[in-house]
């Protein structure tokens, strides 16, 4: 059973898309807190989507059913944590944040 840390990335601004490279793609049932900071003096919004294995989608809008966060406001220089995630072999955790100005990091437990 492997732990730490699944991923980690600061994207630039923008919705993200199916073509957006996933934050993790899991190689197996794997259960993962999700932090974000935002590491600027003003307000983003982040967008956390959680894409089954069953999609194999690699490009266009990712669809509105997948998403757990859409929009969510954080704060000028603040953190949030999602956790209990958890995802299937194949499965991928796709984020984006609106200006680009936060830093996403998964950590967790592959089963």
């Known amino acids: 059973m492997a732990s730490g840390i699944k991923g980690s990335s600061k994207p630039s601004g923008g919705t993200p898309t199916y073509a957006t490279t996933a934050l993790v793609t899991a190689t197996a049932t794997t259960t993962l807190i999700l932090a974000v900071c935002n590491q600027t003096a003003a307000a983003d919004t982040i967008k956390v989507a959680v894409i089954p294995a069953s999609v194999s989608t690699s490009s ?52």
């Open 60 to 111: 266009g809008a990712i669809a509105d059913q997948y998403y757990i966060e859409f929009d969510f406001s954080l704060g000028a220089n603040t953190s949030f944590e999602r956790t209990g995630i958890t995802l299937e072999s194949g499965a991928r955790l796709i984020v984006g944040s609106g200006a680009g100005s936060c830093s996403f990091v998964a950590y967790g437990l592959e089963s």
